[in-house]
């Protein structure tokens, strides 16, 4: 069933997504507040069409808790996003409409022009970032032959090694974070600028 | 049933899977009281929902995909304990 404006009215505005979050808020805001976007970005979203975007999420997940305030931030700093938050485990009318394959992943950013017609959409995060991510996470698990391999069961490792390799782990993400975000940008702004 | 197994369930905390935890731990609580010796959770990221009764890693979540079915669970450790 397509997306009409009426469905699209019932989701939650961006604000009041966020009110009604009950865990990782205060990340969810930093996440907002720390991203770093080029102002070359920001014009190119400037210039273009103003766009209807339902966006599919939960807030335990942790792409969304990383891609969302992107958005949510794109949003604010050029006007051309509407957004409708709508949580996918009590939406199946929707997340059925945005599988990726076989699976429920989100977030989901739908775009639609002002007539509902859906020009793109965005699921769970870019390809390339879960590349680097494997590579790195591999070079991760390389770096400390306590760590074992990256397909070992982690339960098998004392509790100091699996502290190490978790704050190794979270170094690596921090790291990735301003390459995440960049890509996440890049591939919004091409799917929003593209479209007829 | 023999000598008491440890049951440790490795869960993404990151992910919000903690009812599911909680929930299968519940399960093995109530049916198996002190024949067991321990079940250990352990919080994790990167997906995990994994389950190991004595030695063996009796579901994965990324070789099984899904939540195991605490039956599935509980058959493993009579398995484990008989030897």
Request: contains cysteine.
């Amino acid at each position: 069933m397509a997306v009409t404006g009426e469905r699209f009215a019932q989701g939650m505005t961006y604000d009041e997504y966020k009110a009604q979050m009950t865990r990782n808020q205060e990340k969810f805001e930093e996440n907002e507040r720390t991203v770093q976007l080029k102002p070359g970005d920001l014009e190119a979203l400037k210039k273009g069409p103003k766009r209807n975007v339902l966006v599919l999420t939960e807030d335990w997940c942790g792409d969304a808790l990383a891609n969302v305030p992107i958005l949510g931030r794109l949003a604010k700093e050029t006007g051309r996003f509407d957004i409708r938050v709508f949580l996918r485990d009590q939406h199946e009318d929707l997340t059925s409409q945005y599988m990726n394959g076989e699976f429920k992943s989100i977030p989901v950013f739908a775009f639609f022009d002002d007539s509902f017609r859906e020009i793109g959409r965005w699921i769970e995060r870019p390809a390339s970032v879960t590349e680097r991510r494997k590579k790195r996470r591999a070079e991760v698990f390389a770096s400390d032959p306590r760590f074992g391999s990256p397909d070992s069961p982690v339960d098998q490792l004392p509790e100091t090694v699996r502290a190490d390799l978790m704050a190794a782990l979270q170094a690596m993400r921090d790291e990735m974070r301003p390459f995440a975000d960049g890509e996440v940008v890049r591939e919004i702004r091409e799917l929003v600028t593209k479209a007829p | 049933m023999n000598a008491p197994v440890r049951v440790r369930i490795t869960y993404c905390a990151e992910c919000g899977y903690e009812p599911q935890t909680l929930e299968l731990a519940g399960a093995l609580m109530r049916e198996f009281g002190t024949r067991l010796a321990a079940i250990e959770l352990i919080p994790w990221s990167d997906g995990t929902f994994d389950v190991r009764v004595g030695d063996k890693l009796v579901h994965s979540m990324m070789r099984d995909g899904g939540f195991p079915d605490p039956t599935d669970v509980a058959i493993a450790i009579h398995e484990v304990a008989a030897g």
